[in-house]
DNA sequence: TATAGATATGAAATCGATGACGGAAACGAT
DNA sequence: ATCGTTTCCGTCATCGATTTCATATCTATA
């Protein structure tokens, strides 16, 4: 089977280059007839562009990355798929690259730009910091797929999230108002800026509304999966069980912390109730049933790939875009 | 920030582009003052090399693509990943496309092939069938994770799979060892040649063995979803209340039904027992623990990518790789 | 000393597309 | 009849790398 160049489908339809190429990106100053020769010939040959050339010639296309960052975690995961989804209709091609853990993302974009000559980026599972200064500096359109960009003004970027400090805040509210006190809160290490100190912050906001003050010996740092979680859970919960509830920043912590309590002998939520965060699948399933704050995947995907257009389509401005969320109360709660 | 080619390089250090290109490649016949200086300027510029550039040039390059089919099944999710991750040592470009449940993987891979230059496939999640004719009449290099390539022998298909067959067969041989005898199979449609099609043989194996027969109104055939599972479950376990286990080809089939079943006021195993298929790490944190059969994702991707390099390297025979499976007994069955 | 071979480098063609520029033909207005 | 416009299409340079071929220098051997 040959690979038919355009070239070839000038020889074919016995016109030049230029003309195929002008039929190929649809200009409007081509005869119909020598139009309609020249795609009766490209389907015949099933003639398909190829990619490196017309990237090399057009500086001015462009390319997205999504750089996923863990990809261990189930909400990031789905997250960036989601993204990868809404992106096709974007006439845009958007690439994805994974990184490990001790990668830096922002070297990695920084290649990208080079290498593939990528216009843009949207960071999933990334948190903003100074490392990306240099890419701002290229002027390079960034969106942060859930995490916040903060106060500090970082020209080119914007952001995709839900009010992660008021939903915390929400769910804490929640379980104080089902009388709880003695709450432990699962996260992991509270970086300024984060969206994970937002949560942070959210929680402190709830027990303060109520004129408590958050035991700070009952934050407890993990890793976000289920088996970091069930480590740390059953390390805490043997060292604290007077502890009543848990809130956990993601519903991995809370189901390997609900799987620990098990071991331990305590049922939630009777003996102990959790909440978690980020709303997966997996949580409507679990026995018992997550109590969580639900992230809109999909429109967070879809904002993200909306904002990203925006901003180096039309030029627009870097935003702060907040999706709505939703407290999900179900059975891990009482 | 300037983006540099190898052309500025060449100027910067006083050398022609060829020497650029020979150093970049790393050739043997440069000259190791000539190389230092190059490649010093090359530091200093953080120069990165135009990979259209690279790919519309070399023709004999090779392009890798996985092709990840249903991004919504956790199992295939993290196979396609660990594929990438272990594609990183292996000196190759790798890419991932992702398809929607109907989007043909083959045309896609067609497409990549004129677009790209794809050289060979890596396929997650799909089956074989005549459709990839074309490609293999193209003797394109492709493997096929986690699904059978079976008797038809197809030139340059390649397959890594567990022994699925004997996997299911001792699931169900393991349930039947329990005293369950009204067990019910959750798997999808009964494809010839599919891989799920020898989870069944392998559960009529072990009925066999035991002198039994299967009772074909307990096949039921659901979306691989825990949301698709619960359905089914729930209105089949309503009709079917004697069965007193299950065997589910897939663990988020299992974690649905299992969540029916807690619904419906029968829990696991007390009542039914549930085994499930394939080992997500998600299973061993479920109330109660999925007793299933492990697939070693790691192995499988890892041998993936190992085949396939074999192929199109050393331009090996296609071959069927088959890694051990794991049974794990846990909670779940009774 | 002459010559072959090895080593190191550069000039120029090339990959497959795009795009600036220009020319030919057709048409309309004066 | 002349000139300006519009429409349509081709020539040629170009993107940033690789690769072939040629050339220059040095070394070893007859």
Redesign the interface.
């Known amino acids: ?1 040959k ?1 038919y160049t355009i070239k070839d489908i000038a020889r074919l339809a016995g016109v030049s280059v230029t003309t195929v190429s002008r039929v190929l990106n649809r200009r409007p100053d081509v005869n119909r007839e020598t139009r309609e020769k020249v795609e009766r010939v490209m389907a015949e040959c ?8 017309r ?2 010639k057009q500086t001015d296309s462009d390319v997205v990355a999504v750089i996923l960052r863990g ?2 975690n ?1 909400f990031l ?2 997250l960036a ?1 989601a993204i ?2 809404y992106s096709q209709g974007s006439g845009t091609s958007f ?2 690259e ?1 990184i ?1 853990e001790q990668d830096d993302e922002f070297q990695t974009a ?2 990208l ?5 990528v216009k843009a980026f949207i960071f999933v599972g990334s948190r903003i910091d100074d490392r990306c200064k ?1 890419l701002l ?2 002027d390079i359109p960034m969106v942060f797929a859930t995490a916040a960009v903060g106060h500090e003004q970082l020209a080119r970027a914007s952001a995709v999230t839900i009010d992660e400090r008021a939903m915390a805040r929400l769910a804490v509210k929640h379980l104080l108002d089902c009388g709880h006190e003695r709450i432990a809160v699962f996260g992991a290490s509270r970086t300024e800026g984060d969206n994970l100190s937002l949560r942070y912050q959210g929680a402190l906001d709830a027990f303060r509304e109520k004129g408590l003050v958050f035991d700070e010996s009952r934050y407890v740092e993990t890793r976000f ?3 970091g979680a ?1 480590e740390c859970a059953r390390e805490f919960f043997l060292r604290r069980p007077d502890t009543t509830a848990a809130f956990c920043m993601s519903d991995s912590v809370a ?2 912390l ?2 620990a309590l ?1 071991d331990l002998g305590r049922t939630v939520p009777d003996d102990v109730s959790v909440f978690g965060f980020d709303g997966t ?2 949580g ?4 018992p049933r997550l109590c969580t704050v639900e992230q809109p995947v999909d429109d967070i995907a879809r904002e993200s790939v909306r904002v990203l257009m925006d901003m180096f389509r039309n030029n627009a401005e870097p935003t702060e875009v907040v999706v709505k969320a939703e407290l999900k109360l179900r059975e891990s709660v009482k």
Do not use: C, W
């Open positions: 089977m690979i099933h003639f398909v562009g190829n990619a490196n050339a990237g090399l990809r261990h189930p995961t789905s798929e990868m989804h690439l994805m994974f490990d920084l290649r730009t080079h290498e593939k000559r240099v500096g290229m999966s289920m088996e069930y189901m390997g609900i799987r098990k699948e997996m409507q399933f679990f026995i």
